[in-house]
């Protein structure tokens, strides 16, 4: 109850203090900027994105002429929208580097340790090293082509239990079979084999990769609106980033066990080949021993 006051204290300042945000806005010089279409005060656009983003993109993009290039206002956030083929092409081949950076998600952030992954990265020296030893040793295309048998396997697999549902004319639930489809192949790509062996480790790895969905899709009050993060701990299930720390914690555990695993296989291996298929982990255990990446270390320390 006392902060229900406080809220309601404090809301005639936030609201004035938006008000003067929103004058200062209208002020900049749009001459050079993207077609916007209207938006509300405060929000901006923030209302017409809906619960399926992509459609109502294109719904909104083809009610304002289609252009090729859309600004909108997602609350505080900027937004440009590509909705054409040729003007994504141009954003993320000759303007890859002023796009690079992803917005800011609070989930993400907790659950990246401060954004050092890939994905999340702002762009700069830790993102190109990162991306670069993706693509040389994780994701190259060599690499892929050893992997084909795996996928391959995998494709059998769902294949074999489509058929059997179909056998039993059983209904199939194919979003189901397509997700524990791509699970399967992510687990065995990046952790190998024993992943989809042990299916309770397998069940976490699906809940997890679930929660982190619904986490990085959630609506967070602070990511559109910065000076009213604090308003996030008042929202049902938004926690306060209580949810994403509780997510971020079961990764460490499970993924520390998974790299415990490999190195003592790897130990126990030597120089001899056990037949077991090479995964990401494996790789880059192999690449923290090498060391010596102008610079950049990977370390296991969080």
Same mark, same amino acid.
């Given at each position: 109850?006392?902060?229900?006051? /406080? &809220?309601?204290? &404090?809301?005639?300042?936030?609201?004035? %203090?938006?008000?003067?945000?929103?004058?200062?806005?209208?002020? *900049?010089?749009?001459?050079?900027?993207?077609?916007?279409?209207? +938006?509300?005060?405060?929000?901006?656009?923030?209302?017409?994105?809906? $619960?399926?983003?992509?459609?109502? @993109?294109? !719904?909104? $993009?083809?009610?304002?002429?289609?252009?090729?290039?859309?600004? @909108?206002?997602?609350?505080?956030?900027?937004?440009?929208? $590509?909705?054409?083929?040729?003007? $994504?092409?141009?954003?993320?081949?000759?303007?890859?580097?002023?796009?690079? /950076?992803?917005?800011?998600?609070?989930?993400? #952030?907790?659950?990246?340790? +401060?954004?050092? #992954?890939?994905?999340? !990265?702002?762009? +700069?020296?830790?993102?190109?090293?990162?991306?670069?030893?993706?693509?040389?040793? *994780?994701?190259?295309?060599?690499?892929?082509?050893?992997?084909?048998?795996?996928? =391959?396997? #995998?494709?059998?697999?769902?294949?074999?239990?489509?058929?059997?549902? !179909?056998?039993?004319?059983? *209904?199939?639930?194919?979003?189901?079979?397509?997700?524990?489809?791509?699970?399967?192949?992510?687990?065995?790509?990046?952790?190998?084999?024993?992943?989809?062996?042990?299916?309770?480790?397998? =069940?976490?790895?699906?809940?997890?990769?679930?929660?982190?969905?619904?986490?990085?899709?959630?609506?967070?009050? %602070?990511?559109?609106?910065?000076?009213?993060?604090?308003?996030?701990? @008042?929202?049902?299930?938004?926690?306060? +980033? /209580?949810?994403?720390?509780?997510?971020?914690?079961?990764?460490? =555990?499970? @993924?520390?066990?998974?790299?415990?695993?490999?190195?003592?296989?790897? %130990?126990?291996?030597?120089?001899?080949?056990?037949?077991?298929?090479?995964?990401?982990?494996?790789?880059?255990?192999?690449?923290?021993?090498? %060391?010596?990446?102008?610079?950049?270390?990977?370390?296991? #320390?969080?």
């Amino acid at each position: 109850m006392d902060q229900l006051a /406080t &809220l309601l204290l &404090l809301l005639p300042l936030l609201l004035a %203090g938006l008000l003067y945000l929103e004058k200062k806005r209208r002020g *900049v010089d749009h001459q050079r900027l993207p077609p916007a279409p209207p +938006g509300m005060l405060i929000i901006g656009n923030l209302h017409q994105v809906g $619960a399926i983003p992509h459609r109502a @993109l294109r !719904a909104l $993009a083809a009610a304002n002429g289609a252009p090729h290039l859309m600004r @909108l206002r997602l609350g505080q956030v900027p937004a440009l929208v $590509a909705s054409s083929p040729a003007s $994504a092409a141009e954003l993320m081949r000759a303007h890859d580097h002023v796009f690079a /950076t992803r917005p800011y998600i609070s989930a993400a #952030e907790i659950m990246t340790y +401060g954004f050092q #992954e890939m994905v999340f !990265a702002p762009h +700069g020296e830790h993102w190109r090293h990162v991306r670069r030893l993706c693509s040389e040793h *994780v994701l190259s295309s060599s690499r892929s082509r050893r992997q084909n048998p795996m996928r =391959e396997q #995998e494709v059998a697999a769902l294949v074999q239990a489509v058929a059997s549902f !179909a056998a039993a004319d059983a *209904v199939v639930d194919v979003s189901g079979a397509l997700y524990r489809f791509a699970h399967d192949v992510i687990c065995r790509v990046v952790c190998g084999r024993h992943s989809r062996e042990e299916e309770g480790r397998s =069940e976490l790895f699906r809940e997890l990769i679930k929660e982190n969905a619904a986490l990085m899709g959630g609506f967070r009050v %602070g990511d559109y609106f910065p000076a009213l993060a604090w308003a996030d701990v @008042l929202l049902p299930g938004a926690g306060g +980033g /209580t949810r994403a720390r509780r997510n971020s914690r079961r990764w460490d =555990e499970l @993924l520390e066990k998974v790299v415990q695993e490999h190195e003592g296989r790897r %130990g126990g291996r030597g120089d001899d080949d056990d037949g077991t298929e090479e995964d990401f982990v494996d790789v880059l255990l192999a690449l923290q021993e090498q %060391g010596g990446h102008d610079g950049f270390e990977l370390s296991s #320390e969080i």
